[in-house]
């Protein structure tokens, strides 16, 4: 603990007072959530379906003896079970982060001196002290304040400080809420950006603002991934049809042929045939794949399956500041008080000479090194345009003699410079526009001209400072600033300008049918300018007020109208998340701040910035843009877009792969003919063909309409009825012609090794002929190339001849090698199979890939 001067009458806590209170409410800090145990949480992922269907697959593998293939099921498995783990640490991690803002050190004065102690000790009742560039430590009443002004950007969302004043009179029961000048209040984990300030600690941990969104945020769930949700029911219905069909075949073997060992394996063999283990196989790949595409783009991928739910997203709800704008603020307007104007524009531009002085008072009446990004506004526009004479008393020797402070009887400052040649100083003063209108003693004529022109530049979402300048000859400078004869140099606007990438990101996404939302803390009519400005299609408005007064019945009903909230609390951006959910929207919300954690999380899918962004809101997210680049979401929409497509293209393929698949097994159970396919060939095709070619989809391209489509239906199943008609019409033709070819290798009186031959070796020709019609959408297949299918081509071309060319191989798995006559006959059911597809794609592609 280190000692300090004493700060003022204050005396503060006693050592044993604060003691006695830490004990009692506990340290100044976040408190971590109950976790699960490792073993409850695998316990809970033990009882979803799609794992206990790879349970039950790798078991069937291990009763055959395959124990290669049982332990690529159980791999899988066990994948699962990691993946669970480590989201459940996501709440915690993001916990810590908001820990992470608090200061580690603090300034209190007890028994009358300052002390420094590490922040968690900060206690109820103690007096804190906060400095510019510091964070508060803890939540409070300001009992002393000189000129203090705070950033609290992280609570509201808004890049521009708010001035504070000191507390007059006891204290109110309830604090009030954050955002707004002339507050006596101060929040934990905001900054001081200019002055000092002495705080009465009221609320600390849990109990500030800051700990309050921690503790939502640590009670929120994630949403799971529709196409998870829809994946777990697909595997439900499939695997019930499986054992169903399963256990009729074992009766009708064992019924006509008596044979009920034989039966029970046809059974199982054919269960093997109908299960689609590929379909969470194609799930993590196409999700692993797409997340590593992503990144390329400069976008994190925080779970692999919010890609595929961010292509589907209706809303795209987004915060002001830093997230559309820059999250800094910039000259955008210069007024004279005759109504000329100018836009500094780009860096370089001609800077008239009339608007020299006006420019150059503003930067006087700025400290040299400011923290205040309005501030820093002046200062950059001097360094944009360095041939102006902006800067031109720093080199004629002029000095800061005296600087009068913002208070809260004059939102106005002044800054008083001399050069020590000249009797007369210099002073320039900027402020609100009516402080500076009467430090000029305005006409009302000019006043309300003034007003005018205020209106009109915050009507564009500008914030307007006056400036005036005055000279003293005296050598005692007066007490107020009050006491200068000011002449009336002008109005600034300035505006926290949008991303140079957000319009044309904006209209892309609205082409797409995603509805831009903005929610921000700011006021109304600078919200509304600012929305225009980025391109969101107009709307209604509703403030944060407006929202308070409604329930949430009728907010759904009416969030379909509106375009942009504005003046919301945190609290509020949550009930907006959850209305638009509510009201059936897949809802994508982005944000940088602490007040977007809650939001983040109940959100389908949370975006955070990268750079800007906070550390708590990166964690509650599930995409990063790790270049604050708001442009990037729309990469992420058309991935997210491909890998739905590519999804819906290999669920289509796996279901009408598994037709034939089916049909050669249980045919022979209804010919009499011999068994053609075996448990192991049916292994051999379901872990090594399908699930190879089922990687050609994840390669392919992206449609030429994707980014033309309006969303999915948020309840859109992954198979519709008409993708399930395309996948039962191709199976169907592929069972008939491979039926066809079954029965002319058996008719024509060949060996049963060849005959399975036949039948395999066309099976795996109309396996390849699946995999090319449902490569797209189009009737027929779009330019460009696919590097995957063209390997699969040479891979699949290799294992076909290992089975059937090389006698040690063939025998291996009971085929003999393929001759003359059943290649012919392979080849006429290829072209047939080629040509019926062609047809029946070419006059149903409309109506089966909706």
């Not at 073997?253 to 196989?281: C, F, K, N, T």
């Not at 997210?640 to 999804?647: A, K, L, S, T």
């Not at 009737?779 to 290799?798: E, S």
Request: with cysteine.
């Amino acid at each position: 603990m280190t000692d300090h001067p004493p700060l003022s009458l204050h005396r503060g806590l006693s050592p044993s007072e604060a003691a006695a209170r830490l004990a009692a409410d506990g340290p100044n800090e976040l408190p971590g959530g109950k976790s699960r145990s490792v073993f409850g949480i695998v316990a809970g992922v033990l009882r979803e379906p799609m794992l206990l269907l790879l349970l039950a697959a790798g078991l069937i593998y291990l009763l055959l003896g395959d124990l290669h293939d049982a332990l690529i099921l159980m791999a899988f498995a066990g994948l699962t079970i990691v993946i669970a783990i480590v989201q459940e640490a996501r709440t915690e991690r993001a916990i810590d982060a908001l820990r992470d803002l608090s200061m580690p050190q603090a300034t209190v004065v007890r028994d009358g001196r300052k002390v420094t102690i590490p922040s968690r000790e900060v206690v109820r009742g103690d007096l804190l002290a906060i400095a510019e560039g510091g964070r508060i430590a803890a939540d409070g009443w300001i009992v002393e304040t000189d000129a203090l002004q705070a950033d609290e950007a992280i609570l509201t969302g808004e890049s521009v400080p708010v001035s504070k004043i000191a507390l007059d009179g006891p204290e109110p029961d309830e604090p009030p809420l954050p955002g707004g000048d002339g507050v006596p209040y101060a929040y934990s984990g905001t900054l001081v950006v200019r002055g000092t300030g002495l705080i009465r600690v009221s609320a600390t941990g849990p109990r500030s603002r800051i700990g309050a969104i921690g503790q939502s945020l640590a009670t929120l769930e994630s949403e799971t991934p529709r196409l998870t949700l829809q994946t777990r029911h697909l595997v439900r219905w499939v695997a019930a049809a499986g054992i169903g069909v399963s256990v009729l075949a074992v009766v009708l073997y064992g019924l006509l042929r008596g044979g009920w060992l034989d039966g029970l394996l046809s059974g199982i063999a054919l269960a093997m045939s109908m299960l689609p283990e590929e379909l969470p196989v194609v799930l993590t790949l196409f999700m692993t794949m797409g997340a590593l595409r992503m990144s390329r783009s400069r976008v994190l991928a925080r779970r692999g399956t919010t890609i595929e739910t961010l292509g589907a997203a209706t809303v795209l709800c987004t915060d002001k500041t830093g997230t559309l704008t820059q999250n800094r603020m910039e000259i955008e307007e210069l007024r004279l008080p005759d109504g000329a104007g100018f836009r500094p524009g780009d860096d370089g531009a001609v800077f008239p000479e009339a608007f020299v002085r006006l420019a150059r008072t503003g930067i006087l009446a700025c400290p040299e090194d400011p923290f205040d990004p309005m501030e820093k506004a002046f200062h950059e526009l001097a360094a944009r345009h360095p041939a102006a004479p902006l800067r031109d008393h720093a080199e004629n020797g002029w000095a800061l003699h005296h600087h009068y402070a913002l208070d809260p009887g004059l939102l106005a400052m002044s800054q008083v410079w001399g050069n020590g040649r000249q009797e007369d100083r210099l002073v320039a003063a900027k402020g609100a526009p009516e402080a500076i209108a009467d430090l000029c003693g305005l006409s009302a004529a000019e006043r309300q001209a003034m007003e005018a022109t205020v209106s009109g530049m915050a009507a564009r979402g500008l914030r307007v400072l006056g400036v005036a300048e005055a000279s003293w000859g005296d050598a005692t400078l007066p007490e107020s600033q009050r006491h200068f004869a000011f002449t009336f140099a002008g109005l600034v606007g300035l505006a926290d300008p949008v991303r140079d990438t957000v319009p044309g990101a904006v209209e892309e996404l609205q082409a797409a049918g995603i509805r831009v939302v903005m929610i921000t803390g700011d006021y109304p009519v600078t919200a509304s300018a600012i929305a225009e400005k980025a391109g969101i299609a107009p709307g209604g408005v509703m403030s944060g007020g407006e929202m308070a007064a409604i329930d949430d019945t009728e907010l759904a009903r009416r969030i379909g109208s509106i375009a942009v909230f504005a003046r919301v609390m945190p609290e509020q951006k949550l009930r907006i998340v959850r209305a638009l959910k509510a009201a059936g929207e897949v809802v994508a919300m982005t944000g940088d701040g602490v007040n977007d954690a809650p939001s983040l999380k109940a959100a389908h899918i949370g975006i955070a910035m990268g750079k800007r962004g906070t550390d708590v809101a990166r964690e509650a997210s599930s995409i990063v843009l790790l270049d604050d680049d708001f442009g990037a979401i729309v990469t992420a929409v058309r991935l997210g877009r491909r890998i739905y497509d590519n999804i819906r293209k290999a669920t289509g393929f796996i279901f009408a792969v598994h037709l034939p698949i089916a049909g050669l097994a249980i045919a022979p159970l209804l010919t009499g003919w011999p068994l053609i396919l075996g448990p192991v060939h049916i292994a051999l095709l379901e872990m090594i063909i399908d699930p190879v070619c089922s990687l050609s989809f994840e390669a392919e391209q992206e449609e030429a309409d994707i980014m033309r489509r309006k969303p999915r239906a948020p309840d859109s199943p992954l198979v519709s009825r008409s993708l399930l008609t395309w996948a039962a019409l191709q199976g169907a033709a592929a069972v008939l012609l491979l039926l066809g070819l079954a029965a002319w290798a058996n008719l024509s009186g060949l060996e049963e090794p060849v005959v399975r031959a036949t039948c395999f070796a066309g099976l795996i020709a109309a396996v390849l002929i699946l995999v090319m019609a449902n490569r797209s959408f189009q009737a027929r297949h779009r330019k460009g190339h696919n590097l995957t299918f063209a390997v699969i081509l040479g891979t699949v071309a290799a294992i076909f001849a290992l089975l059937f060319l090389a006698p040690p191989v063939a025998s291996l798995f009971h085929f003999a090698v393929l001759e003359g006559p059943g290649i012919a006959a392979i080849a006429v059911m290829a072209v047939a199979l080629i040509g019926l597809l062609t047809a029946i794609k070419g006059r149903f592609r409309a109506t089966f890939t909706r």
